[in-house]
């Protein structure tokens, strides 16, 4: 059974950091795209970051460059996302999600069941 478990949320003010973890277990971690993905309150999830099996390939939206880094630790089955100076609008839950492909558009197979973000100004 695939299991995807993000960590790393919480309560941060404006200007702060975080890194978020996404665990992953019961696929092979190594032969699937990862992303991120946000859901802001009343409005629809979004594509955040996206990475490419061997981590070679980085996508990112607009809104976050320059703040959001992903990465992944294959030998550790997780991939992680840095955020940087932190916005109120980036108050979200923030899903990773597994698929066949990095490009954010794509089908993503498999999900986590999200973690809170909250930024306090």
């Known amino acids: 059974q695939v299991h995807l478990v993000e960590s790393g949320g919480g309560l941060v003010q404006v200007g702060g950091s975080l890194r978020l973890s996404c665990t992953t277990s019961?696929?092979?971690?190594?032969?699937?795209?990862m992303g991120w993905f946000r859901r802001a309150p009343g409005k629809d999830r979004e594509f955040v970051a996206t990475?490419?099996?061997?981590?070679?390939?980085?996508n990112r939206a607009d809104s976050v460059k320059g703040r959001f880094a992903i990465s992944r630790d294959n030998a550790k089955n997780t991939m992680y996302l840095r955020i940087d100076n932190l916005k109120p609008e980036d108050t979200a839950v923030y899903y990773c999600?597994?698929?066949?492909?990095?490009?954010?558009?794509?089908?993503?197979?498999?999900w986590g069941q999200g973690t809170q973000v909250t930024v306090s100004s």
């Open positions: 019961g696929l092979p971690f190594g032969l699937y795209a």
């Open positions: 999600a597994a698929g066949s492909h990095s490009d954010p558009r794509g089908t993503w197979n498999y």
């Open positions: 990475i490419s099996r061997n981590g070679g390939n980085k």
